[in-house]
């Protein structure tokens, strides 16, 4: 059964950076494409950044240009490095593979301004 195990979240002041990490338990992780998803008090969850298997990405508006996903396929791992965080970024953070509606228990990210 796959698992995903989301680690490295806290507390952070405005502006600064935060990396978390996704840990797989998927065979063949390097073929499957997959995403952070982030989801505030209140909200839906939304689509942070995502990565293919060619490692080629895309990212939200909102967090273009400050966050950059990453993975490492010998280590099974997905991470997403935060920078220049801002308090509207506190939520739960989540990764997914694309074709498996599977997720974490999430890590928490709180940004004080």
């Known amino acids: 059964q796959v698992q995903l195990v989301e680690s490295g979240g806290g507390l952070v002041q405005a502006g600064g950076s935060l990396r978390v990490s996704c840990v797989a338990s998927?065979?063949?992780?390097?073929?499957?494409?997959m995403g952070w998803y982030r989801q505030a008090p209140g909200e839906q969850r939304e689509l942070v950044a995502h990565?293919?298997?060619?490692?080629?990405?895309y990212y939200a508006e909102s967090v273009k240009g400050r966050f950059v996903i990453s993975r490492d396929n010998t280590k099974n791992t997905v991470y997403l490095q935060m920078n220049s965080l801002k308090p509207e970024g506190t939520a739960v953070y989540y990764c997914?593979?694309?074709?498996?509606?599977?997720w974490g228990q999430g890590t928490q990210v709180s940004v004080s301004s």
């Open positions: 997914r593979f694309d074709d498996l509606p599977i």
């Open positions: 990565i293919m298997r060619d490692h080629s990405t």
């Open positions: 998927r065979r063949f992780f390097s073929s499957y494409a």
